[in-house]
């Protein structure tokens, strides 16, 4: 069984930068582990994931360049690093893991998502 736990949002301004952090318990290795988002009134889109097996990396086109996506095994944790954050990154950010390790762009492929952490915009 796979926990995973979303830290890291908060209120951010046009241009801020913030590291989103999802920690793992219980079974902890041997997944890819993917990050979506979800705005109010949208559905739950594709971000960025990354594979267990070889660290490859996926990115959806609308964040490549200024998301970073990272592991440390150490800490059982993923990060994306968020730059240059515009109006349309404000959102539920959400991960969860592929145990196919397919780098799919589709959350159905995906399972044991966590609660969600928040990035909202003052202006």
């Known amino acids: 069984q796979v926990q995973l736990a979303e830290s890291g949002g908060g209120l951010v301004r046009a241009g801020d930068s913030l590291t989103l952090s999802c920690r793992a318990s219980?079974?902890?290795?041997?997944?890819?582990t993917g990050w979506f988002r979800q705005a109010p009134g949208k559905g739950r889109g594709f971000v960025a994931s990354?594979?267990?097996?070889?660290?490859?990396?996926y990115y959806a086109t609308s964040v490549q360049g200024r998301f970073t996506i990272s592991r440390d095994n150490a800490k059982n944790t993923v990060y994306l690093q968020v730059n240059s954050l515009n109006s349309e990154d404000k959102a539920v950010y959400y991960c969860?893991?592929?145990?196919?390790?397919?780098?799919?762009?589709?959350?159905?492929?995906?399972?044991?998502w966590g609660q969600g952490t928040q990035v909202t915009g003052s202006s």
């Open positions: 219980g079974h902890t290795a041997g997944y890819a």
């Open positions: 990354i594979r267990w097996s070889d660290s490859r990396t």
């Open positions: 969860a893991a592929d145990w196919f390790e397919s780098g799919s762009y589709d959350s159905g492929e995906y399972d044991c």
